[in-house]
């Protein structure tokens, strides 16, 4: 089954509205491949949402970068999946390992985010991935497994979910996956959701990589057979964005 090439840019807590105007206005004039080839999805900071969803050129749209596990209510300084669904933004990153490592959110907190949210209508942006000791102590696969079970024990749809593979060495290091270790997980985690899942999710299900993207990187990473696309934090604030939006046609050539 073809899978839509899928490129999201997690804008993380950066940017001024001045500065958010600029990059929309740079994707907007920017020359991409067709909507019918690459799913593009930005994620600015919850405050600049509205701002972003108002102005971005229609065949892109938005996600928030987070989102509480179940109803809003007491809940200070949080933001709802029900808040997300009312404002029309329609997709959500969830998992992501600055959260996971710095606000400590657990696999199974994760899950039941992911869970609730695709419950609510959310198109969710699922992140898994290990750190540098994990790797070098040879956990990797282990790791990545068991925040994905933690995903896969909570729902039974995957057609609203995007999994991000991102090693947490990679991100912001500079220091991006080789080709052939982003394809490498990607592929044992297909062979995970054919297992532990359906082989229908495992063949329909994108696999995204994200860590030190770059537009100096993504061809060779889009070449491989399981990368379905890319989550792109510094780069996603720079033109160069369009090049890696671009790097769809890698696929749509292929
Ligand atoms: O965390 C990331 C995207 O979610 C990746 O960040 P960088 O592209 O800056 O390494």
């Known amino acids: 089954m073809a899978r839509k090439f899928f490129v999201g840019g997690n804008w993380k807590c950066n940017g001024t509205s001045e500065e958010v105007k600029k990059i929309v206005s740079i994707l907007n004039d920017g020359k991409v491949a067709s909507a019918d080839v690459v799913d593009v999805v930005v994620s600015p900071s919850f405050v600049f949402l509205p701002l972003v969803k108002s102005s ?4 892109f749209h938005v996600a928030a970068q987070n989102c509480w596990v179940k ?7 949080e933001i709802s999946a029900e ?4 404002l029309d933004i329609p997709w959500v990153i ?5 959260r996971r490592l710095l606000l400590s959110e657990s696999n199974e ?5 992911v869970a609730y949210a695709l419950s609510k209508g959310l198109k969710v942006i699922a992140c898994v991935g290990e750190t540098l000791e994990q790797r070098e ?3 990797t696969m282990d790791v990545v497994a068991a925040q994905t079970k933690a995903i896969a024990e909570r729902i039974s749809d995957w057609t609203n979910v995007v999994v991000a593979y991102e090693p947490v060495w990679a991100i912001g290091t500079g220091k991006v996956a080789t080709p052939a270790q ?7 985690l297909r062979k995970w959701l054919q297992t532990n899942v359906s082989a229908e999710v495992a063949a329909s299900t994108r696999i995204i990589y994200g860590g030190s993207v770059s537009g100096a990187n993504c061809k060779e990473l889009a070449a491989q057979p399981d990368v379905d696309g890319f989550l792109v934090g510094g780069a996603s604030l720079k033109p160069e964005f369009v090049d890696i939006i671009n790097a ?3 696929k749509s050539s292929a």
């Open 56 to 59: 971005l050129r229609p065949e």
């Open 71 to 77: 109803k809003g209510g007491a809940y200070t300084g």
């Open 83 to 86: 808040m997300l669904v009312n």
């Open 94 to 98: 969830l998992g992501h390992s600055e």
């Open 109 to 113: 907190f994760v899950g039941d985010k």
């Open 137 to 139: 102590s040879g956990t």
């Open 182 to 188: 982003a394809q490498e997980v990607h592929l044992e």
């Open 248 to 250: 769809a046609t890698v």
